[in-house]
């Protein structure tokens, strides 16, 4: 079975920049696609980026033209670059796989924690 181990959170100033991993281990190559979630404070999960391997990206909109996602396919690793952070990004940020068809996540790693200072 698949397992998936965010890293590369931490604490930033607004207006910097972090870089996130989302490594696969176990059966990787069954997976379609990886996407990140993050989790504010009192807040629900929420969708932040999607990269379906067949094709297709997507962002949230808060997060268009500063965030972008891409893969490592011999490192089974989806990035997430986060440019001109903003206070508001802050919460945990979680990578999971993505059901083809249902577009829905399917396994979830451990999550990492982000906060960006104003």
């Known amino acids: 079975q698949v397992q998936l181990v965010e890293s590369g959170g931490g604490l930033v100033q607004a207006g910097g920049s972090l870089r996130l991993s989302c490594a696969a281990s176990?059966?990787?190559?069954?997976?379609?696609?990886v996407a990140w979630y993050r989790q504010a404070p009192g807040k629900e999960r929420e969708l932040v980026a999607r990269?379906?391997?067949?094709?297709?990206?997507d962002f949230a909109d808060s997060v268009k033209g500063r965030f972008a996602i891409f893969r490592d396919g011999i490192k089974n690793t989806v990035y997430l670059q986060m440019n001109s952070l903003k206070p508001e990004d802050t919460g945990v940020y979680y990578c999971?796989?993505?059901?083809?068809?249902?577009?829905?996540?399917?396994?979830w790693g451990q999550g990492t924690q982000v906060t960006v200072s104003s």
């Open positions: 999971a796989t993505q059901d083809r068809f249902t577009l829905r996540p399917d396994l």
């Open positions: 176990g059966s990787p190559f069954n997976v379609d696609g």
């Open positions: 990269l379906m391997f067949r094709g297709g990206i």
